[in-house]
């Protein structure tokens, strides 16, 4: 039997590698605004009922299928809450100390080391004395606020709360049944227990906190404004920690908050402490992490990748730890139509999951990629579907359609996406392609650049595109520095040639953006490829100017 740990570094060193990625999954009804929306991975051979899981209610013209994964506990979480069932209390002691009363010592060891269905009995018998057990009520103190001083004692009852929460579903919701109680008065304080890192109380209450908002699916004030926010944060803090336990740990707990519309535009709120982090890991994963990530998934300078993808993928992130993170951020495109335009916007979230699509090792991970895309793309079309055509995303699901996977609702997924997009590309031409491709602020050596006909049927229209707004996008993307793709700099003095030799009367045009200036300014730039490419852009201009004269 290991010793109790009463610190994260003492604990460190029992952890073991992380659980296999099984799980139950739960299914809950889409509503009307949702229709567009792809299921998550799911097992069939352990699917059971759940039809609030997202907070979506029934249509009446379409009822599908949500599948979200009961994940198991985190090796890190499960370990520490066995030790801490199994350290020995001397309650009577406490009582005596004044850690506790008589009556609520009688309440705890009624429900302690006992069997699930005798713990069960008794507490649905008194869910309003166990509610005040932990919550405090009219003039009683809780026994959380009371053994606050005393670390073991304090430990010992999150984690008993925390198991009753799981094993009675009633208690939760009773926790908020009395409208002028306040279920978080003595247990959200706890959050900021002490500043010590190595403190485990912050950590176990977060546990607690989620049990209860999640077994509750409240979304009352008290919840959606001030206690969801703290724990977000708390959350957030340990999916920014270095130790990958327990940053799994503030991933799965993500995933159990995101249980309504409240909740995930909350989250998204936050997104600077929530999804912000989430994505550098999978950043990471994909092997871009640092400096401009968005930058080398454009220009193709990715770092390469470990072979052999059944402990962890790129940048040292855990199969298991890049499941979860995927998954929450799948809960979250459930808000695709409001979120999609802002989360690509600042993410680069289409590119980015195009290259983890390549990349990914299991077809748990490649449903949860597609669905996530599908939602994102389905729900804003117009503004998204040209970034994904510019990451390639037609040409690797032409690839992926090959590919023999053993799901058949990856199967069913992959090709409902396929057909978005191509639907998508077969109305659109070079001219939407180019103009797609500046809007999205980064340049490549796409076709259009370097075709001579392209220039020459639609320089004209590039220069009268929306009273000049492609040219004005141009001078805003040459304005950039471009350190980690200085390519884009080239690609944008290419196009500016282009139009100058298709359309030299227009010079005066481009030079009031500020172009010429910008061009001969990047003639000193290290890159040679950029002096090179604004050598050939002034050359033409000082051409046209000497041919006027």
Same mark, same amino acid.
């Not at 405090?136 to 999150?158: F, H, I, M, W």
């Not at 997104?271 to 930058?295: C, F, K, N, Q, Y």
């Not at 695709?336 to 979230?349: R, T």
């Not at 200036?517 to 050359?539: F, Y």
């Given at each position: 039997?290991?010793?109790?740990?009463?610190?994260?570094?003492?604990?460190?060193?029992?952890?073991?590698?992380?659980?296999?990625?099984?799980?139950?999954?739960?299914? $809950?009804?889409?509503s009307t605004t949702h229709h567009h929306l792809i299921t998550p991975p799911r097992r069939t051979d352990s699917l059971r009922t759940h039809r609030?899981?997202?907070?979506?209610?029934?249509?009446?013209?379409?009822?599908?299928?949500?599948?979200?994964?009961?994940?198991?506990?985190?090796?890190?979480?499960?370990?520490?809450?066995?030790?801490?069932?199994?350290?020995?209390?001397?309650?009577?002691?406490?009582?005596?100390?004044?850690?506790?009363?008589?009556?609520?010592?009688? =309440?705890?060891?009624?429900? @302690?080391?006992?069997?699930?269905?005798?713990?069960?009995?008794?507490?649905? $018998?008194?869910?309003?004395?166990?509610?005040?057990?932990?919550?405090?009520?009219? #003039? =009683?103190?809780?026994? +959380?606020?009371?053994?606050?001083?005393?670390?073991?004692?304090?430990? !010992?009852?999150?984690?008993?709360?925390?198991?009753?929460? @799981?094993?009675?579903?009633? +208690?939760?919701?009773?926790?908020?049944?009395?409208? @002028?109680?306040?279920?978080? =008065?003595?247990?959200?304080?706890?959050?900021?227990?002490?500043?010590?890192?190595?403190?485990?109380?912050?950590? +176990?209450?977060?546990?607690?906190?989620?049990?209860?908002?999640?077994?509750?699916?409240?979304?009352?004030?008290?919840?959606?404004?001030?206690?969801?926010?703290?724990?977000?944060? !708390?959350?957030?803090?340990?999916?920014?920690?270095?130790?990958?336990?327990?940053?799994?740990?503030?991933?799965?707990?993500?995933?159990?908050? &995101?249980?309504?519309?409240?909740?995930?535009?909350?989250?998204?709120?936050?997104?600077?402490?929530?999804?912000?982090? &989430?994505?550098?890991?999978?950043?990471? $994963?994909?092997?871009?992490?640092?400096?401009?990530?968005?930058?080398?998934?454009?220009?193709?300078?990715?770092?390469?990748?470990?072979? #052999?993808?059944?402990?962890?993928?790129?940048?040292?992130?855990?199969?298991?730890?890049?499941?979860?993170?995927?998954?929450?951020?799948?809960?979250?495109?459930?808000?695709?139509?409001?979120?999609?335009?802002?989360?690509?916007?600042?993410?680069?979230?289409?590119?980015? !999951?195009?290259? +983890?699509?390549?990349?990914?090792?299991?077809?748990?991970?490649?449903?949860?990629?597609?669905?996530?895309?599908?939602?994102?793309?389905?729900?804003?079309?117009?503004?998204?579907?040209?970034?994904?055509?510019?990451?390639?995303?037609?040409?690797?699901?032409?690839?992926?359609?090959?590919?023999?996977?053993?799901?058949?609702?990856?199967?069913?997924?992959?090709?409902?996406?396929?057909?978005?997009? %191509?639907? !998508?590309?077969?109305?659109?031409?070079?001219?939407?392609?180019?103009?797609?491709?500046?809007?999205?602020?980064? &340049?490549?050596?796409?076709?259009?650049?370097?075709?001579?006909?392209?220039?020459?049927?639609?320089?004209?229209?590039? &220069?009268?595109?929306?009273?000049?707004?492609?040219?004005?996008?141009?001078? %805003?993307?040459?304005?950039?520095?471009?350190?980690?793709?200085?390519?884009?700099?080239?690609?944008?003095?290419?196009?500016?040639?282009?139009?100058?030799?298709?359309?030299?009367?227009k010079r005066s045009q481009l030079e009031r953006y500020g172009l010429k200036?910008?061009?001969?300014?990047?003639? #000193?730039?290290?890159?040679?490829?950029?002096?090179?490419?604004?050598?050939?852009?002034?050359?033409?201009?000082?051409?046209?100017?000497?041919?006027?004269?």
């Amino acid at each position: 039997m290991l010793e109790h740990p009463t610190s994260l570094s003492a604990f460190e060193h029992h952890l073991r590698p992380a659980r296999c990625l099984a799980g139950l999954a739960k299914e $809950a009804p889409s509503s009307t605004t949702h229709h567009h929306l792809i299921t998550p991975p799911r097992r069939t051979d352990s699917l059971r009922t759940h039809r609030s899981c997202l907070g979506l209610s029934n249509s009446v013209h379409q009822l599908r299928h949500l599948f979200i994964m009961s994940l198991d506990p985190p090796t890190y979480l499960a370990s520490l809450q066995s030790n801490i069932r199994q350290r020995p209390i001397p309650w009577d002691g406490a009582v005596r100390a004044g850690t506790l009363t008589e009556e609520q010592l009688a =309440k705890i060891r009624a429900v @302690d080391k006992v069997k699930r269905d005798v713990r069960k009995q008794v507490i649905e $018998a008194d869910l309003d004395g166990y509610k005040t057990l932990f919550a405090g009520n009219y #003039g =009683k103190r809780s026994v +959380l606020e009371l053994a606050s001083k005393r670390p073991d004692v304090c430990q !010992y009852l999150l984690v008993l709360l925390s198991d009753l929460l @799981d094993d009675v579903p009633a +208690l939760s919701k009773a926790f908020f049944q009395s409208e @002028d109680s306040n279920p978080y =008065k003595n247990i959200l304080p706890l959050l900021a227990h002490s500043t010590n890192t190595e403190d485990l109380i912050p950590l +176990l209450t977060s546990i607690v906190l989620v049990r209860l908002m999640a077994g509750s699916r409240d979304e009352s004030t008290a919840t959606a404004e001030k206690a969801l926010p703290m724990l977000f944060s !708390y959350l957030a803090s340990l999916t920014k920690n270095s130790d990958a336990g327990l940053q799994d740990i503030g991933v799965q707990e993500y995933s159990q908050l &995101l249980y309504s519309r409240v909740c995930r535009q909350q989250f998204w709120k936050q997104r600077s402490e929530t999804v912000g982090p &989430l994505i550098d890991i999978l950043r990471a $994963a994909a092997g871009v992490s640092g400096g401009d990530a968005s930058a080398n998934l454009w220009s193709g300078t990715t770092a390469p990748l470990r072979s #052999g993808f059944e402990a962890s993928v790129g940048g040292g992130v855990g199969l298991q730890l890049l499941y979860h993170v995927l998954l929450v951020l799948w809960q979250l495109s459930f808000e695709a139509a409001e979120i999609g335009d802002d989360l690509n916007n600042e993410y680069d979230v289409v590119l980015l !999951y195009t290259h +983890l699509l390549r990349l990914s090792p299991k077809e748990k991970t490649t449903r949860l990629v597609i669905a996530t895309l599908y939602n994102l793309l389905s729900n804003n079309q117009n503004s998204l579907l040209p970034t994904a055509v510019l990451a390639r995303l037609p040409q690797l699901l032409q690839n992926l359609s090959s590919r023999q996977f053993t799901d058949p609702d990856l199967v069913e997924d992959r090709d409902k996406l396929q057909e978005l997009v %191509e639907e !998508y590309t077969k109305t659109k031409t070079t001219f939407d392609e180019y103009v797609a491709e500046v809007n999205s602020g980064h &340049l490549r050596w796409s076709p259009p650049h370097r075709s001579t006909v392209f220039w020459a049927e639609n320089a004209r229209k590039i &220069l009268d595109y929306e009273n000049g707004e492609i040219v004005r996008k141009l001078a %805003e993307i040459m304005q950039q520095p471009w350190e980690n793709d200085k390519a884009v700099l080239a690609i944008a003095c290419n196009d500016v040639g282009c139009l100058v030799r298709e359309v030299p009367e227009k010079r005066s045009q481009l030079e009031r953006y500020g172009l010429k200036t910008r061009i001969m300014e990047l003639m #000193g730039e290290a890159d040679e490829n950029v002096r090179w490419e604004s050598l050939r852009a002034l050359g033409g201009w000082l051409q046209y100017s000497f041919d006027t004269m």
